[in-house]
Nanobody, 118 residues
Framework: QVQLAESGGGLVQTGGSLRLSCAAS????????MGWYRQAPGKERELVAV???????NYTPSVKGRFTISRDNAKTTVYLQMNNLKPEDTAVYYC????????????WGQGTQVAISS
């Protein structure tokens, strides 16, 4: 089992910045992927950015150049630095942890609200 503790959501104006953090604890494999997904009202949950334990990253096109995902493997913590935020970034952001080579969509955090005012 893996537990995820998220922090860092909030309300900011357009063009502002926020930093999300998610710390994983429990039992897991060293080879894993951590990342962030988001779900806006009336929409499906979508990938925002993920990063593997080896450092490989993947971003959804709409956040490239504005968001940066990073991780501290010693702390098993993933960060999402979000700059130049736009109203369309408003959503509940969920942390995800997935063991590589294990089927399934992994573990989810409880979600943190990010709201951008125009």
């Amino acid at each position: 089992q893996v537990q995820l503790a998220e922090s860092g959501g909030g309300l900011v104006q357009t063009g502002g910045s926020l930093r999300l953090s998610c710390a994983a604890s429990g039992t897991f494999f060293r080879s894993n992927v951590m990342g962030w997904y988001r779900q806006a009202p009336g929409k499906e949950r979508e990938l925002v950015a993920v990063i593997s334990s080896a450092g490989s990253t993947n971003y959804t096109p709409s956040v490239k150049g504005r968001f940066t995902i990073s991780r501290d493997n010693a702390k098993t913590t993933v960060y999402l630095q979000m700059n130049n935020l736009k109203p369309e970034d408003t959503a509940v952001y969920y942390c995800n942890f997935r063991n590589l080579y294990v089927a399934g969509d992994g573990y989810w955090g409880q979600g943190t609200q990010v709201a951008i005012s125009s």
